[in-house]
C-alpha cells in the first residue's frame, strides 16, 4: 500500500448527508475500506469495497469508487450524533497489511 | 461471537524496560496484525502473523517483535523501550490472508515515562 489522503474536518448538521472523501496512491489496491474511531476505542469496520466495484450500499452507508481517478468517498445518509467520530480511509493490496489515511474527525452538530 | 481481545488495556512503562502485548483474535481466524497509532504518525503497520509465522513486517525497529500461538493468540514484544513508544497498539484479526474483513480489537494504550 502507498499513501492514502484524506481531509481532516467535517462539520455536518444533524439529519444532514456526510461525504467524507479519500485519494490512494497505489493502483494495485485490492480492496478499500472505511473504520470508524470513537473516543478511547479502536476501530471499527463500516464497510469496504473490493476494487472492480463502483458502488456499495449498506443502510445509511453508501460508498462511492471511482478507480481511475483513485478517488473514494464514504456517504453517511441523516447523520445522528452518534456519527461523530474519527472515521478512516484504508486501502490494501497484495501484501494484505493495511494502509491508512491520517483519519477525517466528523463533528455533528445539532 | 466474541470479538478481538487485547490485554492489558493500559500499561506504564519506563524507559529501558519491556514489555508484551497479549491479543486474541475472533474465534476461528488465523490470521492477526498489529498496528501502532501515534498522534503524529497515524496508524503504521507492525507485522502480520498466519500459521504462528510471521508473513509480513512493517518499517519498524528490530525492538519490536511477535509471535503467534497454535491457537492462533499472538503478543508482541517491545523491548529497551523509548519515549516514542508511547501509542495506541491495535491489533487485528482476520479469518485468513485474504485481504477482506480485518476486525479490531480496542487497543492497548502504552504510556512510557
Known amino acids: 500500500g502507498e499513501d492514502v489522503e484524506q481531509s481532516l474536518f467535517l462539520s455536518v448538521r444533524e439529519g444532514d448527508s456526510s461525504v467524507i472523501n479519500c485519494t490512494y496512491t497505489?493502483?494495485?489496491?485490492?480492496?478499500l475500506y472505511w473504520y470508524k474511531q470513537e473516543p478511547g476505542a479502536g476501530l471499527q469496520l463500516l464497510t469496504y469495497i473490493f476494487s472492480n466495484m463502483d458502488m456499495k450500499q449498506d443502510q445509511r452507508l453508501t460508498v462511492l469508487l471511482n478507480k481511475k481517478d483513485k478517488h473514494l468517498s464514504l456517504r453517511i445518509a441523516d447523520t445522528q450524533t452518534g456519527d461523530s467520530a474519527i472515521y478512516f480511509c484504508?486501502?490494501?493490496?497484495?501484501?494484505?497489511?493495511?494502509?491508512f489515511g491520517a483519519g477525517t474527525t466528523v463533528t455533528v452538530r445539532a | 461471537k466474541a470479538g478481538v481481545t487485547q490485554t492489558p488495556r493500559y500499561l506504564i512503562k519506563t524507559r529501558g524496560q519491556q514489555v508484551t502485548l497479549s491479543c486474541s483474535p475472533i474465534?476461528?481466524?488465523?490470521?492477526v496484525s498489529w498496528y501502532q497509532q501515534t498522534p503524529g504518525q497515524g496508524l503504521q503497520f507492525l507485522f502480520e502473523?498466519?500459521?504462528?509465522?510471521?508473513?509480513n513486517k512493517g518499517n519498524f525497529p528490530g525492538r519490536f517483535s511477535g509471535r503467534q500461538f497454535s491457537n492462533s493468540r499472538s503478543e508482541m514484544n517491545v523491548s529497551t523501550l523509548e519515549l516514542g513508544d508511547s501509542a495506541l497498539y491495535l491489533c487485528?484479526?482476520?479469518?485468513?490472508?485474504?485481504?477482506?474483513?480485518?476486525?479490531f480489537g480496542p487497543g492497548t494504550r502504552l504510556t512510557v515515562t
Open positions: 502473523y498466519f500459521s504462528e509465522t510471521q508473513r
Open positions: 474465534s476461528g481466524h488465523r490470521s
Open positions: 487485528a484479526s482476520s479469518l485468513d490472508r485474504a485481504p477482506r474483513e480485518q476486525y
Open positions: 497505489d493502483s494495485s489496491s485490492t480492496y
Open positions: 484504508a486501502e490494501t493490496s497484495n501484501d494484505y497489511k493495511l494502509s
